[in-house]
């Protein structure tokens, strides 16, 4: 068998392994709520006045662990594309782990803010939301290529 068809096999070979590993993730047990761990509370807001971004408005969640106490100084940690991290239901659960690691005593306390990507509403009447201009659009695009 030649080199360059063994090497070839073998990319083959690795590339599979790695996508099925993609495939099978599991939750670990710090994923889901645990008896007796005390449960912090999460909030939703939404952030309209950007002076960075202008005209934007973005969905963001805090997230306080229940051993907080105003008195006493705690870590911050920062999320983009916020609700996939904080979703209850979805495949991280940062909320759950954090409550789980911070009883255990493996992570300090530690605030949690989830931010979401900003989007431009509709400056007029009637008119849609940048995403869903966005995603018309890519699609348009994309039919319209030599090939498609």
């Given amino acids: 068998m030649s ?3 063994c090497f070839g096999l073998v990319c083959l070979l690795l590339m599979g392994v790695s996508l099925q590993a993609a495939d099978d993730y599991i939750l670990g047990p710090d994923s889901y709520p645990q008896e007796g761990v005390p ?4 909030t939703q807001y939404q952030w309209k006045s950007s002076k960075i ?12 662990p229940a051993q907080y ?8 940690m920062v999320f983009q594309d916020g609700w996939a ?5 979805g495949l991280v659960r940062a ?7 911070i009883h255990s005593g493996e992570m300090p306390v530690t ?12 400056s007029k009447p009637g008119g849609k939301p940048y995403r869903e201009i966005a995603v018309s659009n890519t699609i348009h695009l994309v039919t319209i290529m030599p090939g498609s």
Avoid: H, M, Q
Avoid at 69 to 76: L, Q
């Fill in 39 to 42: 449960k912090g509370k999460l």
């Fill in 95 to 101: 909320t759950n782990v954090f409550d789980n690691l």
């Fill in 53 to 64: 971004f202008p005209g934007t408005v973005r969905d963001y969640w805090v997230y306080v």
């Fill in 111 to 122: 605030i949690g803010i989830f931010i979401n990507p900003g989007e431009i509403p509709s």
């Fill in 69 to 76: 106490r105003k008195e006493t100084p705690a870590c911050v």
């Fill in 3 to 5: 080199k360059e068809i």
């Fill in 85 to 89: 991290y904080c979703n209850p239901k």
